[in-house]
């Protein structure tokens, strides 16, 4: 692990390259898993906020979910994630004509209609945070409906932290993602590694 301010990073996230590929997956990860995408305290109460701005980018069946359960639970580990259809996907997805699966929230962010991206469980991925203690590790997470995206970040050579510079700075701030890039730029000119 690579000790950065509070957080606790694995080498893969340095190590190991992807990049999503939506024309192979087609979104699957916001219709496979065991739960919905875990959304913080926080994120759950802008997303009361938001939800009229998001409802018209919603589908019917969304909707009706939403007002008959609402749009997030706890889960086992006390924690909020979005609900889930009986279907499996989250109650966000938008099924669009091409066969891409989109979110509802994103959808609204895009049209300027909320200033709320998506939950940063979702902008984060392949990177999950676990809280231990004072730190949080962020791990990258293997997943097989997103081989594809290994494929291509292997082949564009890009890396899981680069992939993720948006969704990082979002988190963590400016500065911190740049110091990252520095610790990555030591770390592979320690291994004799060159990177673009």
Not at 155 to 178: C, Q, T
Request: proline fraction near 4%.
């Amino acid at each position: 692990m690579i000790i950065h301010q509070n957080q606790l990073i694995s080498e893969d996230v340095l190590e190991k390259q992807f990049v999503c590929n939506l024309s192979k997956c087609k979104g699957a990860c916001c219709i496979e898993g065991d739960a919905g995408a875990p959304v913080s305290r926080e994120e759950m109460e802008i997303l009361k906020q938001e939800l009229p701005a998001i409802r018209p980018f919603m589908e019917q069946k969304q909707l009706d979910w939403v007002d008959e359960k609402g749009f997030a639970v706890l889960d086992e580990d006390d924690e909020y994630v979005t609900e889930c259809l009986p279907t499996g996907e989250c109650v966000f997805v938008v099924r669009e004509e091409s066969g891409l699966l989109s979110c509802a929230i994103e959808q609204a962010w895009k049209a300027g209609k909320t200033t709320f991206r998506k939950p940063i469980s979702c902008h984060l991925y392949p990177i999950r945070i676990l809280k231990l203690g004072e730190f949080e590790a962020l791990n990258y997470h293997r997943w097989d409906i997103c081989k594809d995206a290994c494929s291509l970040g292997n082949e564009l050579k890009v890396p899981v932290y680069r992939f993720l510079k948006d969704s990082l700075i979002r988190r963590f701030g400016e500065a911190w993602y740049e110091e990252l890039e520095a610790i990555a730029q030591a770390y592979y000119a320690e291994k004799g590694w060159t990177l673009k």
